[in-house]
C-alpha cells in the first residue's frame, strides 16, 4: 500500500525506472514529438490553416463595407426577406456578417477561385459552420476576422450557426453557393 | 477544543474528529449536486433526441445551462474539496489546520452553488456555462459563482495548511505519500484556475451591474483559463484516486515514485496550457501563440497522462503477479476482482479515459484538426469521456470504498453496486461515441432543434445525424438510470444502511511509517519487463491513436483551401 504511505526512500527522484516505464516513456517521446511535427508542418505544407489576420471593427464600419458590397454585386434575392445572394468577383474581399438570428448576405462563390472571407458579429458571439464540409470557424464580435478560402467543390453549401446566441439560435441557418 | 483521531478497523486509516466531518459534508454536497445534475441530464437527453424533443427551447437552454454548471463545477469541486482534506489529514495522520475557516469555505460553496442555480431557473440566465460577454445573465449568476470560487479557494488554503502543520508535528517520516502528491498538484492547479475565474468572473458581474464593459475576445482567452484548467483539476484528481485505489484494493505500489510524481509534476507545468483548445477557431489569436499553447508545450502534458495511463495498470499488473497470477500476459488481469465496485470504476475509467478522452482531446486540441470539430457535438462527447467517465466514474468508485471506511455504513445492495460501474460507464462509452459520430457529422452542441423548424433555409443533416442523435438519447437515458443507482445505493447507505463500528478513538494521533523498501520486481513478468500485459495494451492504445489521427489529417485535407 505505498501509494498512500510515505516512499521509503526519502528522495524519491532516486528511485530507479522500470524498463517497461523507461521504453514506453521513449516511445510516447517520440510520439509527441511526431503531434508536434505535424501540427507545426502543416502550417508549411497543408491547405488548411485558419487564418489569423484580424482587426478590430465596430458594427456601423463592418456594415458599410458589407453594403457596398451588395449594392455592386447583388444577383437575386432570396426568401421572403429577400436577402440578398451576391456574387463577387474572383479574389475580392466579401463580406459576412452574423447577427440575432441570421447571416447576410448570401454569398455566391466559384469553385477553385480564391476569395478574402471577412466574418464579423453584429452583437453576440456566433458560429460559423459550414455544412457539410463541416468546416467550424468562431465569430467574435468587435473583430473582423479575414479568412482566404478556396472552395473545391460546388453546390449548395449551409451555413449553421453552431454557438448558442440565445433564444433563436436555432433558427439561424442561411445558405452559401459555389458555383 | 482537543479533538480525538479514530482509527478504522477495517482500512487502518486514521480519522481526525473535524476532517472526517468536513470530508463526510463536502462530498454529501458534491452527491447532491450529482442527483440534481443528472436529473437536469433527462431533460437534456430526451430535447436532443429529434423524435421527442421534450423541453421548449426556452427551458432546454436553462436547463443546459444548470446542468453544465451543477456538474462540472458544483459536484466536481464539493468532492474534490473532500478528497483534498482526505489526502492531506487522513493519509498525513494530522489535524485539518483551522477547521472553523474550512466550515467558512463550505458554507460559502452551498450558498455560492445555490444561488448561481436559483438565478437559473428564475429564467433570465440562459447563458450556458461559458456565459460568453456581451450575453449577460442576472448579476446573481456571477456573484454565486464568485461566492463559490471563493469558498473552493478557502478549500485548497486549509489544505496547505495542513500540509505545514503535519510537517511541523512530524506526522509523517520522508517525503509525502504519492497520493498526497498527487492531491497537492490538484490543489495547486485549482489556485490557477479559481485566480483566473476571479480575473473574469468578477469583471463579467460589474459589467452585469453595468458599472464596466468586458472585450469578448478577452472573456474567452481568460474565462478558458477557468473553464478549461477546472477539468485538469478533475484529471489530476481522479489519476491520484486512481493510485489510491490500486493501494488499497490491490495493494500496489507505484511502479517507479520517480516516473509517477515527475507526471505530476509535468501537469502543474503544462495542463493548464489546453484552455488554449478552445480558442483555435477564434480570430486575433496568432498561430505561435495557438501551437505553443494547445501543444500543451510540445505535447508535455500529454506525455504525462501517457505515462500515468501505463504505471497505474502496470502497478495493478505486478502487484497481481506477485499474487501469483503470472499466467500468459493478462492472467492478472482476468483474475482482477471485478466484483469489487471500486476497484471496476477505476478500471472503466481509466481505459474510457485513454481512449475515448484522451485521444480526441489530442484531435480537438490540434490546431488544423479543431476546424472540423470546433462547436460540434464532438465536443460533449469528448468532455463526457473525460469528466464523467475519467473524474465522475473514478469519484463514485472511490466512494463505495468510503461509504463502510469513512461513513461507517454497509453498502445497502452489494450486488446492484457490483453492477452500477460497468451500466454507468459502458453506456457512457457508448453515449461519448455517437456524440463524437453525430459531432463528426458536423451536429451543433447547444442546439434546440437540428430540424431547423421555421427557419426559411432549414439545412437538412444526413439521416445518419439523425440516428446517431437519438442513439444519444439512448445512450444517455442507460447512463441515467446508472448514475439513479449510485444516488440510491450512496444515499440509501447513509440514510439506513446498517451502522458499522467506528473503531476507538484516542486523542493523540499516530504517526505513518514509511513503506517497506519495494523488492526487486524483476522476477516477475515476462520478457524482461516487470509488467508486459500492462505493456500490450498501451501497444493498442498507441496504434488505435495513430490510425484515428491520420485518419483525421487525411479528412480535413480533402476540405476547402484555407489559409
Known amino acids: 500500500m505505498s501509494a498512500i504511505l510515505p516512499p521509503a526512500d526519502r528522495l524519491w527522484y532516486k528511485h530507479p525506472i522500470d524498463r517497461v516505464e523507461g521504453t514506453w516513456i521513449a516511445i510516447a517521446l517520440i510520439w509527441c514529438i511526431i503531434l508536434f511535427a505535424m501540427m507545426t508542418g502543416w502550417h508549411v505544407w497543408g491547405k488548411q490553416n485558419l487564418s489569423t489576420e484580424t482587426y478590430r471593427s465596430t458594427p456601423a464600419q463592418f456594415m458599410a463595407k458589407a453594403q457596398a458590397m451588395v449594392d455592386k454585386y447583388t444577383v437575386r434575392t432570396e426568401t421572403e426577406e429577400k436577402i440578398p445572394v451576391v456574387a463577387p468577383p474572383a479574389g475580392s474581399d466579401v463580406y459576412l456578417l452574423a447577427r440575432l438570428w441570421s447571416f447576410w448576405p448570401i454569398l455566391e462563390l466559384e469553385k477553385d477561385k480564391t476569395y478574402r472571407l471577412h466574418l464579423t458579429s453584429m452583437d453576440y458571439n456566433h458560429g460559423f459552420s459550414l455544412q457539410p464540409a463541416n468546416i467550424n470557424i468562431q465569430i467574435v464580435p468587435g473583430f473582423e476576422h479575414v479568412v482566404t478560402v478556396t472552395p473545391n467543390e460546388s453546390g449548395t453549401y449551409s451555413l449553421v450557426c453552431n454557438e448558442y446566441c440565445g433564444l433563436g439560435h436555432h433558427r439561424m441557418v442561411s445558405r452559401l453557393y459555389v458555383k | 477544543m482537543a479533538t ?29 449536486w450529482l442527483a440534481f445534475g443528472g436529473l437536469l441530464a433527462i431533460g437534456v437527453v430526451l430535447t436532443r433526441w429529434p423524435a421527442i424533443r421534450w423541453l421548449e427551447a426556452h427551458t432546454f437552454y436553462m436547463v443546459l445551462t444548470a446542468h453544465g454548471l451543477d456538474m462540472l463545477i458544483f459536484w466536481l469541486m464539493f468532492f474534490e474539496v473532500a478528497f483534498l482534506y482526505f489526502c492531506a489529514s487522513v493519509l498525513l495522520r494530522c489535524r485539518i489546520a483551522t477547521p472553523k475557516i474550512a466550515w467558512l469555505g463550505f458554507a460559502l460553496m452551498v450558498i455560492g452553488s445555490v444561488l448561481n442555480n436559483v438565478t437559473v431557473f428564475r429564467g433570465g440566465s440562459s447563458v450556458m456555462m461559458t456565459s460568453y460577454v456581451p450575453m449577460m ?30 510537517q511541523r508535528e512530524k506526522t509523517y ?58 477539468q485538469q483539476v478533475n484529471v489530476a484528481m481522479h489519476v491520484t484516486i486512481w493510485y489510491f485505489v490500486a493501494a488499497v484494493v490491490l495493494g500496489a505500489k507505484p511502479m517507479s515514485e520517480r516516473v509517477s510524481r515527475v507526471a505530476f509534476f509535468l501537469y502543474i507545468l503544462f ?37 500515468h495511463g501505463l504505471t497505474v495498470p502496470g502497478a495493478m499488473e505486478v502487484a497481481q503477479r506477485q499474487k501469483g497470477f503470472t499466467k500468459g500476459l493478462f492472467e492478472w ?89 460497468y451500466i454507468f460507464g459502458l453506456s457512457m462509452y457508448f453515449l461519448c461515441l455517437v456524440m463524437m459520430g453525430a459531432g463528426t457529422l458536423g451536429v451543433s452542441r447547444r442546439h434546440w432543434d437540428m430540424a431547423f423548424q421555421g427557419a426559411a433555409m432549414a439545412y437538412e443533416w444526413p439521416g445518419a445525424a439523425y440516428l446517431m442523435m437519438a442513439l444519444v438519447g439512448v445512450g444517455g437515458i ?81 476540405l476547402w483551401g484555407l489559409s
Open chain 2, 271 to 307: 495542463l493548464q496550457l489546453a484552455a488554449a483548445h478552445h480558442l483555435l477557431g477564434d480570430p486575433g489569436l496568432s498561430t505561435a501563440w495557438k501551437i505553443t499553447n494547445t501543444s500543451y508545450f510540445m505535447y508535455l502534458a500529454v506525455l504525462a497522462s501517457m505515462l
Open chain 2, 137 to 166: 445573465a442576472e448579476p446573481n449568476f456571477y456573484l454565486g459563482i464568485i461566492l463559490f470560487a471563493v469558498g473552493a479557494l478557502i478549500g485548497c488554503a486549509v489544505f496547505f495548511g495542513t500540509l505545514v502543520v503535519a
Open chain 2, 478 to 558: 442507460a447512463a441515467i438510470i446508472g448514475g439513479v443507482i449510485f444516488i440510491y445505493i450512496m444515499l440509501g447507505s447513509l440514510l439506513w444502511g446498517r451502522k458499522l463500528e467506528a473503531g476507538t478513538a484516542r486523542p493523540t494521533f499516530t504517526p505513518v511509517g514509511r513503506a517497506s523498501p519495494s523488492m526487486a520486481a524483476q522476477t516477475y513478468g515476462s520478457i524482461g519487463f516487470t509488467a508486459p500485459g500492462t505493456f500490450a495494451l498501451a501497444m493498442v492504445f498507441l496504434v488505435a491513436f495513430v490510425v484515428y489521427y491520420f485518419i483525421n489529417w487525411k479528412y480535413l485535407s480533402t
Open chain 2, 173 to 230: 517520516e520522508g517525503s509525502m505519500p504519492l497520493v498526497t502528491f498527487g492531491g497537492l498538484t490538484a490543489a495547486i492547479i485549482m489556485v490557477f484556475t479559481l485566480l483566473s475565474g476571479a480575473f473574469i468572473i468578477i469583471p463579467a458581474w460589474l459589467m452585469s451591474l453595468g458599472l464596466m464593459t468586458v472585450d469578448p475576445l478577452i472573456y474567452r482567452t481568460v474565462w478558458w483559463a477557468l473553464g478549461h484548467s477546472s
Open chain 2, 333 to 421: 488481469l482476468r483474475k482482477a476482482p471485478w466484483s469489487n465496485p471500486s476497484f471496476s470504476s477505476v478500471f472503466i475509467s481509466l481505459i474510457g479515459f485513454g481512449f475515448l478522452g484522451g485521444i480526441t482531446g489530442v484531435m480537438m486540441g490540434t490546431e488544423q484538426l479543431n476546424l472540423i470539430i470546433h462547436n460540434t457535438i464532438y465536443v460533449p462527447g469528448h468532455f463526457h469521456a473525460t469528466v464523467v467517465i475519467g473524474t465522475t466514474l473514478t469519484f463514485m468508485g472511490v466512494t463505495y470504498y468510503l461509504i463502510p471506511v469513512l461513513f461507517r455504513r454497509e453498502l445497502i445492495a452489494p450486488t446492484l453496486a457490483r453492477w452500477q460501474p
Open chain 2, 4 to 32: 480525538t483521531y479514530r482509527t478504522c478497523p477495517r482500512s487502518g486509516l486514521q480519522f481526525e474528529r473535524d476532517a472526517e466531518r468536513l470530508i463526510k459534508f463536502n462530498i454529501v454536497a458534491g452527491v447532491l
